[in-house]
């Protein structure tokens, strides 16, 4: 009885981490869309087609509900799919709804007027194709007034985390880091807007220094699909639970493996 859980590549294990240490009776699956990595450099259109491909997989291997854990797909094909409608009996939800709510204080269905929050200045580091769909900035607007959002296109960090290149990725993120300041001195709070940049937290953290909140999603997916669950305990599917990649499943499994700290074994799709 799993429950679907897609990314481009890696990113996503960050979410599955959190969720399974949050129900551990729930079983997960993993769905890595590698050979097309990254999407946050992809058109709109390919992110569309590829985020549907991958959700439909899911849904034929019996997971009636699946999360995108990967911001890029969110932010770009989540609201079409559901416009155009899912089929009876299935779910298909984002990975930025939690974060939402959380710096705006409010339930993602309040639709009263926006207030004044705590957090004024909010630094946002995700993929060029977040960043260009303002998808984070338009929900902010909609629900809080007076936060200022400053979004840094973090080109680059993506590729090398796939790639295994941990010292590329921080030295990238020392550099995004150094824009983003160049624009907003002093974030009270950054947003890692990619289920990958948790995996570089520590690098993230010292470039901004102590004193910036660093906001990951893991924790706040995790709690928010343990809500969703218990108002929708039937939305939890027959599909098998495992770890399904379109790449290269020999290096997928050695890098998951040693994010996770715990043997993990990928097939291929």
């Known amino acids: 009885m799993a429950i679907g859980i897609f990314d481009s590549g890696l990113g996503g294990l960050t979410v599955l981490d959190a969720a399974q240490s949050r129900l551990p009776q729930m079983e997960f ?34 997971c009636n509900l699946v999360i995108l854990a990967c911001n890029t797909a969110s932010a770009v094909a989540l609201r ?15 990975v930025f709804v939690p974060l939402i709510e959380t710096l705006t ?4 269905g309040d639709n009263s007027a926006p207030r004044e929050v705590a957090i ?14 303002r998808a984070f900035q338009r929900e902010f607007a909609f629900r809080a007034i007076g936060v200022d959002v400053e979004a840094q296109a973090c080109a680059g960090v993506v590729d090398a985390i796939e790639n295994g290149d941990m010292i590329l990725a921080e ?3 020392r550099s995004h880091v150094e824009a983003l300041k160049r624009k907003m001195p002093n974030p009270e709070a950054a947003v890692l807007g990619c289920t990958h940049y948790p995996l570089l937290a520590d690098a993230f953290k010292k470039a901004l220094g102590k004193s910036v909140t660093i906001i990951c999603q893991g924790n706040l997916v995790a709690n928010s699909l343990a809500d969703y669950l ?28 040693r994010f996770l700290g715990r043997p993990i074994f ?3 799709v």
Request: proline letters at 4%.
């Open 105 to 108: 204080e409010r339930k993602w």
């Open 230 to 257: 218990d108002r929708h305990q039937d939305m939890v599917g027959d599909g098998l639970a495992g770890f399904l990649t379109t790449g290269n499943t020999q290096k997928m499994t050695e890098q998951a493996t």
């Open 29 to 62: 699956l993993y769905y890595a869309d590698s050979a097309n990595a990254p999407y946050g450099v992809r058109t709109p259109e390919d992110i569309q087609k590829l985020t549907e491909r991958a959700v439909k997989n899911l849904w034929y291997r019996g």
């Open 171 to 173: 030295g990238l993120v």
């Open 120 to 133: 004024k200045d909010v630094a946002l580091f995700a993929t060029p194709a977040t960043v260009a769909s």
């Open 80 to 94: 079409r799919m559901q416009e155009a409608g899912v089929p009876n009996g299935k779910r298909v939800l984002g």
């Open 266 to 268: 990928f097939e291929a």
